[in-house]
């Protein structure tokens, strides 16, 4: 065989493989490219067309000056602001908390501005600071009555979105109240409420 017959051989040889390689190079490419997801977050406040939302939640208040517990249960609603910024309304009643004869029932309505960090898709971070209005109802063998006034609150908890319409709240607010019963200003009592509640976006 000539040496220019081989040549010409390898040479095209050489290029039907470069073309079968660039051919399957392009259809991988092409697989990949069909392949990709595009998720979104699952953040409430970024998918739905309402930034407008309501809650449930459950837990446990506990009284630093009664040295007990009780059940409590809430209800609470707000809108986002923005992705990071929420205005939180709420209602909750603290339970029944006693000590000896001594027993006392607090439920507050509440306001606050809600600050969010978003650590992953589906969880985050969040504190707050707003006003509680409280009542507190007293009952002794002496005396009984009742008080209310308006006190700084706070809390911190987070948020584990389920979807983009609902999600599960991890909460802890703090209360501090100073009652007045009978012309008789009582110790100062400061409350702890840890609960989980349920948010479903409007």
Request: aromatic content about 10%.
């Amino acid at each position: 065989m000539k040496p220019e017959t081989v040549c010409r051989k390898s040479r095209m040889t050489c290029g039907v493989l470069a073309l079968g390689a660039l051919s399957l190079f392009s259809s991988m490419s092409a697989y990949a490219a069909d392949d990709i997801i595009v998720t979104r977050p699952h953040s409430m406040s970024s998918n739905m067309s309402s930034n407008m939302y309501i809650g449930v939640n459950l837990g446990n208040a506990m009284y630093d000056e009664f040295n007990d517990s009780s059940a409590s249960l809430g209800i609470f609603g707000g809108f986002h602001i923005n992705d990071v910024l929420a205005v939180d309304f709420g209602w909750a009643d603290l339970g029944e908390a006693s000590q000896g004869t001594d027993k006392a029932d607090v439920s507050v309505l509440q306001v606050a501005l809600l600050g969010k960090l978003h650590v992953s898709t589906d969880l985050s971070l969040f504190g707050k600071v707003g006003l509680a209005r409280w009542t507190y109802d007293l009952s002794t063998t002496s005396f009984s009555g009742s008080d209310d006034d308006i006190n700084v609150y706070f809390g911190v908890g987070a948020d584990y979105h389920i979807s983009g319409q609902s999600a599960v709240r991890f909460n802890a607010d703090f209360y501090n109240i100073k009652p007045t019963i009978s012309s008789v200003t009582l110790t100062e009592e400061n409350i702890s409420l840890f609960s989980i509640g349920y948010i479903f976006q409007l």
